[in-house]
């Protein structure tokens, strides 16, 4: 019986890493994010899985080299989806009102 290629295995993470990023795309509540932010974190996120483990099966540096850039890309995309996603849910949160300076009884900051 012939090994499996490294190749072979790769394209069945790559497929497996579809189907599951499909679900966890479509499945994600925009509760805390807004659509758009929402599956690109996730799209990010199962990228960051599949590299990771396609990294780990390779056996040539090439390879493993482009699995860790990979990796350190999707990475900096979803904490920085979650970045921007926390920015922009701060500007629909209600400020607080400081108290008007009262100026005729003089107690008010200058």
Known sequence: MDAV????INLIIFVLAIY?????????TPALHTPLMAVTNA???IVIIG???AAALTETT????????AV???AVNVF???LVTRRMLEMF??????PAADKANGTGAA
């Open 5 to 8: 290629s490294p190749t072979l």
């Open 20 to 28: 599951v990023g499909y679900h966890v795309v479509w499945t994600v």
């Open 43 to 45: 799209i990010s996120a």
């Open 51 to 53: 590299a990771m483990l």
């Open 62 to 69: 090439f390879a493993r080299t482009f699995g860790v850039l």
């Open 72 to 74: 350190a890309l999707a």
């Open 80 to 82: 920085g989806g979650f």
């Open 93 to 98: 949160k209600k400020k607080d009102k400081k």
